[in-house]
């Protein structure tokens, strides 16, 4: 069901008599929507609530998109634009007034990165003279620009002429996408050389790949359960070992301990290290300096990857588990345009200017074989080191090299057989592309823990929403010390992945670093936030008892 139809249903009509021009058709070629309102719009997943707004969303009504007017300022607040917000793409479809020869479509929308308002990244024409069989006229119309702030036009000819009563739009809808003119031009009397539409193969392009199914832990390495276990803050806000893990804050992690703290199972079997944001966005994560400082943070003597192994050797010696392991994996740092005198990563001499790609890959590529090497210098007995993480929650398309960048990282990665994987928060840019675009799996985050004006329903639409694309769905913890408002909203969670099934996929999960929420869950005496710890573990094991059901 539709935001924009509700429960209405799109009546298509097979080019009746009255629809077929009759003596007198017009030979004059010109914008044959004009004026128009589509007869239906439709979004690929469920618009978040918070969405559900005309501002968001315009509704079908608003004459932006036939108007004829473009408001060439790019001023957002303009109402010459139509408004599309998520919902991962949208389907226009237009009914004309007669069966016409299409030759030409035009196109315009706003790009402005202040506001996250940007072009499709893929647009699909497709014509129909029955609103049932489609053919793909046009196809991957790349739509952009220099500017940050700027109009994006596309006009697109076609060679020979199409004979359709039917016209479709079909792009992606990463966050926002401002349209000021969707034009298809032709006239109504039906030249010689026009082509009946060949309904082919074709239409398959423009649908979005559905998978309907969470991700097999083969997937990553047979991985269950990954903790993020930030690490790594400015120095100037380590004050009592922040962002250095022990190996008594990890214990909690690495085994499952009774309340008598008496390790009794094992609880995450992988580990993703990430700098805190206040790390990642100071200017000394923009430097090799910076970078230099990151690393040594994950390899200090004595903590986070050390802390990490001792803690395992520990708990797998008093469980008599003499093969177990754990998995973890390093993320790869952003490499920001804004450094243009980055610094010399590798002693050569070279100072880096990320404005340039091959200076960011060079970045990309010491980091992959710094971590490596370093990993490799430890000599582990507990841990296996997966594969990379690349740390940014959206893709940033607006970045003319994003894409060539995570194609590089993959290859490079895949190189040492090792797997590549990301984390977006709900709905962000590109999302619904992350295998396309160059992930080995991709974890979605639903943001319900963080806003208490966000219904359970979240929860749910994000499982949707994952199962669909073959994602899977990061768990996300908030607590307020023994607050049970927080504690219940964990719960949900785990209570909606038991339901839905996404249990029994991989799961990576926030809670704020190490120590953090489980940690502090684990040691409480409050009866209600212990109870948090021992479902999560219960919840790990996938055995896990949804509330409504016990």
Not at 41 to 47: A, K, N, R, W, Y
Not at 275 to 285: G, I, K, L, V
Not at 479 to 502: Q, R, S, V, W
Not at 526 to 531: L, N
Request: charged residues 25%; contains cysteine; aromatic residues 14%.
């Amino acid at each position: 069901m539709s935001y924009y139809t509700a429960n209405k249903e799109v009546e298509f009509i097979s080019c009746p008599s009255k629809y077929i021009a009759a003596e007198g058709a017009l030979r004059e070629n010109r914008d044959l929507l004009l004026g128009k309102a589509p007869i239906s719009i439709e979004e690929l997943v469920p618009l978040p609530d918070d969405n559900k707004t005309d501002y968001y969303n315009s509704p079908v009504s608003n004459p932006a998109l036939t108007d004829g007017m473009i408001d060439y300022s790019a001023t957002y607040t303009s109402p010459a634009w139509f408004h599309f917000t998520r919902g991962i793409d949208r389907t226009v479809t237009f009914r004309l007034d007669n069966l016409s020869a299409i030759n030409r479509f035009e196109v315009c929308f706003l790009r402005d990165e202040s506001i996250a308002v940007r072009p499709p990244r893929k647009l699909f024409i497709l014509l129909s003279e029955n609103g049932k069989d489609w053919e793909v006229v046009s196809r991957d119309s790349r739509l952009t620009c220099v500017f940050e702030k700027d109009i994006v036009t596309k006009r697109i000819e076609l060679e020979v002429p199409r004979k359709a009563l039917y016209v479709r739009f079909k792009f992606d809808v990463a966050c926002h996408v401002w349209c000021g003119r969707l034009s298809a031009y032709g006239c109504t009397e039906i030249p010689e050389n026009a082509k009946d539409i060949v309904a082919s193969e074709a239409e398959s392009v423009a649908k979005q790949t559905i998978y309907n199914k969470y991700p097999d832990y083969n997937a990553l390495l047979g991985v269950h359960n990954v903790l993020l276990s930030y690490n790594c803050l400015p120095k100037d806000r380590v004050k009592h070992g922040e962002g250095f893990i022990t190996e008594e804050q990890y214990l909690p992690y690495v085994a499952y301990l009774d309340k008598d703290m008496k390790i009794k199972d094992t609880m995450f079997d992988a580990y993703l290290y990430l700098p805190y944001t206040a790390f990642n966005y100071a200017d000394n994560a923009k430097t090799a300096e910076g970078w230099h400082y990151y690393i040594d943070n994950c390899f200090a003597k004595g903590r986070n990857l050390e802390a990490l192994d001792k803690t395992v050797g520990r708990v797998k010696d008093e469980l008599n588990l003499p093969d177990y392991k754990v998995h973890v994996f390093f993320s790869l740092l952003y490499t920001f345009t804004t450094s243009t005198s980055f610094g010399d990563l590798d002693g050569s001499g070279k100072c880096l200017n990320f404005t340039k790609i091959e200076d960011r890959k060079t970045a990309i590529k010491w980091a992959v074989e710094e971590y490596i090497r370093r990993y490799n210098e430890k000599h582990t007995k507990n841990t296996v080191l997966g594969g990379f993480y690349w740390f940014e929650e959206s893709i940033a398309f607006a970045d003319e090299h994003e894409l060539d960048l995570i194609a590089y990282a993959r290859d490079l990665v895949h190189s040492h057989g090792m797997k590549f994987f990301w984390i977006p928060w709900y709905q962000a840019g590109g999302f619904a592309d992350w295998q396309e675009v160059g992930f080995d799996i991709a974890c979605m985050q639903p943001n319900y823990a963080f806003n208490d004006k966000i219904p359970v329903s979240r929860l749910y639409d994000n499982a949707d929403i994952t199962k669909k694309l073959g994602m899977c769905v990061e768990m996300e913890s908030f607590l307020h010390g023994d607050d049970p408002f927080h504690i219940n909203k964990f719960k949900d969670y785990m209570d909606c992945g038991a339901e839905t099934g996404y249990m029994h996929s991989v799961k990576m999960y926030y809670q704020g670093g190490v120590p953090g929420d489980f940690y502090n869950a684990c040691h409480s005496s409050d009866a209600e936030c212990r109870s948090l710890y021992d479902d999560l573990h219960l919840y790990i094991k996938e055995k896990y008892v949804s509330r409504k059901d016990r």
